[in-house]
């Protein structure tokens, strides 16, 4: 079922490709010294080189390389033994070289593939052109001075991977597909944290549409620096509307750069192409290519984390999941580490079931993390093999968690302390039974007169004299016994 | 103390290490004569206090048993290297005020020998020129004076002109110097002194102004061949802070000069001598082919046919990457700035008033040469040719030891000569381009005067890394050339 926009004139398709600046997780600048450190006091982090002063030198950081490589064997990738730096020319006052180092003909890393999940079970393989390192710019203040802009170059210089998509994707649903599944990967791979408040993860989105069927490649807008996903999506949804209105009016779509204002939901035009740049590449001659030594690539190869397609592959396979629920459980690793801690040697679907409902639940309602969970892994799998063995009821389960929520508790401990026990013993509950009847005759008159109905009052009243702990089974069994006999 | 002054470094050396004479008499030496020697115009920045400060250190570390190779030596530093706490111009106005707080490489490296700094020697400004003339504190006057016309003021050469006038008017023992596409060798030429600019990756850049980042090498400026190769010596190593500083390791240069080059094979290219040659340069180039083979060499006719491409294509090269390099020069920082209601004002009125008009005519051609449309018809071609270039050279090496050619091709001229058209003033480097752009090691020494007294030099041209050959026959030509004319009245 693809996604179309309904013209005047019949159905659009939209054709979108993305750029994704990711920023490299690494402690130093990618070719300076200089920390990276997010929220420090502005200019504390930054060094001669930074800071474009004469004379100054890039030397490349080494470890930034490794996590560009890393990053694109994550990507199933082709790994570009050199690479050249390029320069980018333009004049901006947080540049302060006045060009970016970046990589334009050569990048470190080619094509490459990641596959989308759509809900309705079906995947999708989403073309990666290219993924390149470069510096990223300061930041320009312009809101602290009525009459200047400050400038903060703690940024500058900072390594980022720019994460180029095929025109692939076709929908805004797609996109924000892609970008939460880059997201995982990188995340898998530590080689981006993939915060996107903190705009370690920034997307520029180029949209276009065509009539449905057609397979013309229509002139392209450009949105930049969308920082959510869901403001992708919308930006994107935004741009196709307005390329299609223009088009059924009889327009043209200029190619340009735009930007999206989130307060009112829409794009608007940042620079036509006659002012683009024209950002004079050339090879950055203070650098050498890069060249690669093949056994790094191995070893970087070898020591690859499993990631997000084949971890929910083996969760599918060895864990009888759903596909949805494999989907959900792998998408961070942390919680698919949580999820194979409490399933391991236990009913996995039971144990699924906890982690993805009560467990998750509980995470959003404390605001805690996965890294920092209200409940561990091990009590939570306590708990799963306490319902298994038939010590606690499905009910009394949930009550056992809220108590594990609110003391730390291992669960065992609490249905000690509070006398929680299932209650399995025959005698019990048929006194139980037995004092109910005989407190309601009326009503068991009733029931043997047809009104079964009735007999979902009796559970609930041995319930509540057994303080929910009767084997609802068992109490089932027994009271249609002797009240049908 | 005139006397002193007209030491070699390797004689101040010797004499400094038998107590002959301290380091703060060698300097006081050297001060007054740059105190006297003013209107050369060759410093932009003096620092003689600081200098005496640092000859008493030097005298004190000799006293302890720690003299560096170049202790209490006073030299002069050219203006595009960065020194820590003292102005750095680059001789151009939109550096007004930057003192770097940061010492380059090469200059660090001097100090860490014992060297002591005079100050800072006026240069083209961003070392982009072939007179001294373009520089923002005025042009350099060379020492040297024609014998038929003592009046009139003639060029030093460029860019390190400040240098080459401070080395041969007395006022340093050695000065560094940077070359891009002769800025060591032809003002050495002019001024009758010794210049080095080594293989590329010898010495550091790290620090020292960037004009082309893949030509600029910095090198010594002396006034005999043993004195460039101990300033050399000191001056380079490999430096991990510069990705394109080579890994190798730094020979004993003076211990080069064995004077012994028999059966060494000189090659001498025939496409450096074209038609405009002057006569003179010619002789001399001849001249200097007959002590070679008197000394015991071989020399042969080579050829380098990318020759004439040379210029054209170092005029795209230098200048695309001079426009990126100068990018950061835009008032936001540090130097000049010129205010304008944006941002782009800004940037427009403070690079119109920071820079000349050599400087803004460079950007101008790089940034043109890297344009969309442009790339391929120019950069990327001339990047080719360069490749072609370097080639000739590597053929020519696998027969020959080292090439012998002329510097420059004229004696000092005029300061206004020249200055009219700018290609006649990029013709200057015409022998010295096709040596930056393989990046091979060149050295100019003074061989002869013209017959109106004014020095010609000739270049020698060395393998990648063999400066070692290039010392050793460059010490047998200035035995051969028994160079002892100096400047009238110096």
Redesign the interface.
């Known amino acids: 079922m693809a996604y179309t926009l309904q013209g005047e004139t019949g159905d659009w398709e939209v054709v979108i490709g993305l750029e994704v600046h990711a920023q490299v997780t690494s402690s130093a600048k990618l070719f300076s010294g200089a920390a990276t450190e997010f929220g420090a006091d502005p200019n504390t982090q930054v060094s ?1 080189v930074d ?10 950081n080494r470890y930034c390389v490794e996590q560009a490589v890393r990053t694109g064997l994550g990507l199933a990738a082709q790994i570009n033994m050199t690479s050249v730096f390029a ?1 980018k ?1 333009y ?3 947080d540049l ?4 970016q180092i970046s990589q334009y003909e050569l990048p470190i890393v080619g094509n490459g593939t990641l596959i989308i999940d759509m809900p309705d079970g079906t995947s999708k393989h989403i073309g990666i052109e290219r993924l390149h390192l470069e510096q990223d710019a300061g930041k320009s203040l312009h809101d602290q001075h009525p009459s200047k ?1 400050y ?1 903060d170059l703690n940024r500058s210089g900072v390594a980022l991977m720019e994460i180029v998509s095929k025109p692939d994707l076709r929908s805004p649903e797609e996109a924000g597909l892609y970008i939460a599944k880059l997201r995982s990967i990188l995340r898998y791979l530590g080689t981006c944290d993939g915060n996107m408040q903190e705009g370690s993860l920034r997307c520029d989105a180029n949209v276009s549409v065509r009539p449905k069927g057609s397979t013309e490649l229509r002139t392209r807008c450009e949105i930049k620096n969308v920082n959510s996903i869901r403001f992708v999506q919308q930006a994107i949804e935004y741009e196709a509307r307005r390329h299609i209105e223009v088009y059924e009016q009889g327009g043209t779509i200029d190619q340009e750069t735009r930007l999206f204002d989130s307060g009112k939901g829409v794009t608007r035009s940042m620079r036509s192409k006659e002012h683009a740049h ?1 950002y ?3 090879p950055d ?4 290519p890069l060249v690669l030594d093949p056994a790094m690539v191995e070893t970087i190869k070898a020591g690859l984390p499993e990631l997000p397609d084949a971890k929910k592959e083996r969760f599918i396979r060895d864990y009888g999941l759903s596909a949805y629920d494999a989907g959900v459980l792998v998408a961070e690793r942390a919680s698919a580490d949580f999820f194979e801690s409490v399933a391991k040697g236990r009913d996995s679907k039971l144990a699924a079931n906890w982690v993805m409902g009560d467990f998750f639940g509980a995470l959003n309602a404390t605001g805690r993390t996965i890294e920092d969970p209200p409940v561990t892994a091990a009590n939570l799998g306590m708990l799963v093999d306490l319902i298994k063995d038939g010590t606690l009821s499905g009910r009394l389960a949930k009550d056992v968690f809220a108590l594990m929520l609110e003391t730390g508790k291992d669960p065992a401990t609490l249905i000690e302390e509070k006398g929680l026990k299932q209650v399995t013993d025959t005698g019990a509950i048929e006194a139980a039974i037995d004092a109910v009847m005989a407190a309601n005759p009326d009503k068991v008159a009733e029931i043997k007169a047809g009104k079964d109905k009735l007999m979902g009052w009796f559970v609930g009243q041995v319930m509540k004299a057994t303080q929910g702990k009767a084997n609802p089974a068992m109490l089932n069994e027994l009271l249609a016994k002797k009240i049908k006999g | 103390m005139t006397e002193l002054a007209n030491l070699t470094i390797a004689e101040a050396c010797d004499r400094l290490a038998k107590g002959e004479f301290t380091a703060v008499e060698l300097t006081r030496a050297h001060v007054a004569r740059m105190e006297s020697l003013r209107g050369l115009n060759a410093f932009i920045t003096e620092t003689p206090d600081r200098a005496l400060d640092e000859a008493k250190a030097s005298d004190a570390r000799r006293a302890k048993g720690e003299a560096g190779s170049l202790e209490g030596i006073p030299l002069g530093i050219k203006d595009l ?2 020194t820590e706490g003292v102005p ?1 111009t ?1 001789a151009s106005h939109i ?1 007004d005020g ?1 003192r ?3 010492e ?1 490489t090469v200059t660090a490296n001097l100090k860490k020998a014992g060297a002591i700094g005079l100050g800072k020697l006026n240069l083209d400004e961003f070392a982009m020129g072939s007179a001294n003339i373009t520089s923002y504190y005025g042009p350099v006057e060379n020492p040297w004076k024609r014998r038929s016309d003592p009046a009139t003021k003639l060029v030093p050469g460029g860019s390190s002109g400040g240098s080459a006038a401070a080395v041969a008017a007395r006022m340093v023992m050695g000065a560094t110097g940077t070359d891009t596409g002769g800025s060591i060798r032809q003002p050495a030429s002019f001024c009758g002194i010794v210049g080095i600019k080594p293989t590329y990756g010898r010495c550091s ?6 004009f ?3 030509l600029d090498q910095a090198g010594p400026m002396a006034r005999t061949v043993k004195d460039c190769a101990l300033m050399l010596g000191a001056m380079a190593g490999h430096d ?5 500083s080579a890994p190798m390791p730094v020979q004993d240069f003076a211990k080069a000069l064995s004077g012994d080059i028999r059966g060494l094979k000189v090659g001498i290219p025939k496409e450096y001598r074209p038609a405009g040659l002057a006569e003179e340069v010619a002789a001399i180039w001849d001249k200097g082919v007959e002590w070679l083979k008197a000394a015991g060499a071989q020399p042969v006719e080579i050829s380098l046919p990318y020759t004439k491409y040379a210029l054209p294509t170092y005029y795209i090269v230098a200048p ?2 001079c ?2 390099n ?3 020069y ?1 008032g ?3 130097g000049l700035r010129v205010e304008g209601k944006t ?2 004002e800004m ?1 427009k009125k403070t690079r119109a008033a920071g820079f000349g008009t050599e400087v803004r005519r460079r950007i101008l051609i790089g ?1 043109y040469v ?3 449309g442009y ?1 391929d018809a120019y ?1 990327a071609k001339a990047q080719k040719v360069r490749r072609l270039i370097a080639d000739d050279f590597n053929r020519a090496f696998e027969t020959v030891d080292v090439i012998l050619t002329p510097t420059a091709p004229t004696p000092a001229f005029a300061i206004g000569e020249k200055s009219d058209d700018p290609v006649t003033m990029w013709l200057n480097d015409v022998f010295t381009i096709p040596t930056s752009l393989a990046g091979l090691p060149g050295l100019s020494l003074p061989a002869g005067l013209s017959s109106d007294g004014l020095p010609l030099g000739l270049q020698l041209i060395g393998r990648p890394f063999d400066e070692e050959t290039v010392f050793r026959v460059a010490g047998v030509m200035e035995d051969a050339a028994g160079f002892t004319a100096r400047p009238e009245g110096i």
């Open positions: 001669f800071a474009g002063m004469p004379g100054m030198l890039p030397v490349i320069r020319n004049f901006y006052a302060p070289q006045g060009y802009s400038i024209d004079r590449y050339f001659p203070d650098l050498l | 290297f960065c750095t680059a550096l930057f770097p707080p940061y380059s850049r790290w620090g020292i102004i960037a082309a980042s893949s991990p802070k510069d990705s394109t695309a990457e426009s990126s100068l990018a950061r835009d936001v920082r540090f941002l782009d940037y940034t890297l344009s969309a790339y950069y």
